[in-house]
């Protein structure tokens, strides 16, 4: 089992910034990949940034350019870095972990991007 919770979500303006932290524990040596995904209202989950083992990251062309995604390398916390966050970015926020047997989700972390 692994668990993950998330933290760092808030209200920020328009061109503003925040990192979100994923606090991850349990069985995390057992974790293959993690990716940070989010869900706006009436939206389905879409992917932010996935992080692969070896440290390939990857990203869609909405977010490229304005997010980073990293972790630690004890492997017990991932991060979402942004920057210049639009109205658009406003969603919940999800951790995700891919682990060998099955896939783990956090609680998720609201992000509110308003002027």
């Known amino acids: 089992q692994v668990q993950l919770v998330e933290s760092g979500g808030g209200l920020v303006q328009p061109g503003g910034s925040l990192r979100l932290s994923c606090a991850a524990s349990?069985?995390?040596?057992?974790?293959?990949?993690m990716a940070w995904y989010r869900q706006a209202p009436g939206k389905e989950r879409e992917l932010v940034a996935h992080w692969q083992s070896g440290g390939r990251t990857t990203y869609p062309e909405a977010v490229k350019g304005r997010v980073t995604i990293s972790r630690d390398i004890a492997g017990n916390a991932l991060y979402l870095q942004m920057t210049s966050l639009k109205p658009e970015d406003t969603a919940v926020y999800y951790c995700?972990?891919?682990?060998?047997?099955?896939?783990?989700w956090g609680q998720g972390t609201q992000v509110t991007v308003v002027s």
């Open positions: 995700y972990a891919r682990a060998r047997v099955k896939g783990y």
């Open positions: 349990g069985n995390t040596e057992t974790i293959i990949n």
